[in-house]
């Protein structure tokens, strides 16, 4: 995982993001911790019914934290290169008998 930093904001604040708006500026892209809440208060509201809100919460909060990854936040802003953000959540679950499971509808398997 590269230690680069996404490209500077207002006053040295840095900026992640979750998701692009084709043809906007970057102010208008989805923020990465704004996104990554919203999923979770989703999650946690569809866990609810099986009493497991907080690991739906988890869930949420976990599911693109791969991309803070800078080669991810450079491929958002046009860079040509292949990134597997879902990977690196999944991968660095303390749970070993996940591993090998498939976990997502996409066919991915960890």
């Not at 590269?2 to 979750?18: I, K, L, V």
């Not at 450079?74 to 090998?100: I, M, N, T």
């Amino acid at each position: 995982m590269t230690t680069t930093e996404p490209a500077g904001g207002a006053m040295g604040q840095h900026c992640w993001y979750a998701h692009t708006v084709e043809g906007r500026p970057e102010e208008d892209w989805q923020e990465l911790a704004a996104h990554l809440t919203a999923t979770s208060d989703l999650a946690a509201g569809f866990a609810a019914p099986f009493a497991s809100t907080e690991w739906g919460r988890l869930a949420g909060l976990w599911h693109d934290v791969g991309k803070y990854r800078a080669e991810f936040q450079a491929r958002l802003r046009g860079a040509a290169q292949d990134v597997d953000h879902g990977v690196v959540g999944v991968s660095s679950l303390p749970l070993p008998r996940l591993k090998g499971a498939c976990l997502d509808t996409t066919g991915g398997c960890v």
